[in-house]
C-alpha cells in the first residue's frame, strides 16, 4: 500500500491529474446485526486477520515510535465518538426527505428505466 500511495502522490504532484486506489482488507466483525460470522469462517481465521488490522497495526506502530500513549489514544477515540455522535445528532434532526428524492442524487440524468421506478414509486405512496 505503501508504495502504491507514493506512486499516486507522485503523480498528482507531477499534474498527471488525480488517482483511484483500490485496497482491500478483512471485515473483522459482522456484516450487519443479522449476520453470523461463525457460520461461514472460524474464529482462528477472524484471530489471524485481527494481527493484520492495518488500524492496530498503525497503531503499535506509533505506540512503538512513541509517537503515541494510550492516554492520547483514549483522548482521540473519545473525541472521534463524539463528532461522530454530534454528526448523528446533526443528521436525525434533519427533515425528512421525499421518498423520491435518492433518484435527484444517483446519476447526473436519469435513464428511462430510473424514470420509471420513479413514477412507480410516487404512485406506489400516493393517497388511495
Not at 28 to 53: F, L, M, N, Q
Request: proline share 7%.
Amino acid at each position: 500500500v505503501y508504495d502504491v500511495m507514493q506512486q499516486a502522490v507522485e503523480r498528482v504532484r507531477s499534474g498527471q491529474g488525480p488517482t483511484l486506489v483500490e485496497t482491500l482488507t478483512y471485515r473483522i466483525g459482522a456484516h450487519t446485526t443479522a449476520d453470523d460470522p461463525t457460520r461461514y469462517r472460524s474464529p482462528a481465521e477472524v484471530e489471524a486477520w485481527r494481527h493484520k488490522d492495518p488500524l492496530a497495526r498503525f497503531k503499535r506502530f506509533l505506540v512503538s515510535r512513541d509517537m503515541l500513549d494510550e492516554e492520547q489514544d483514549r483522548q482521540l477515540i473519545e473525541a472521534i465518538e463524539e463528532e461522530i455522535n454530534a454528526a448523528v445528532l446533526a443528521a436525525e434532526a434533519m427533515p425528512p426527505m421525499a421518498p423520491d428524492s435518492f433518484f435527484d442524487y444517483s446519476s447526473a440524468s436519469l435513464s428511462p428505466r430510473l424514470q420509471e421506478q420513479r413514477a412507480d414509486l410516487l404512485r406506489s405512496i400516493e393517497p388511495k
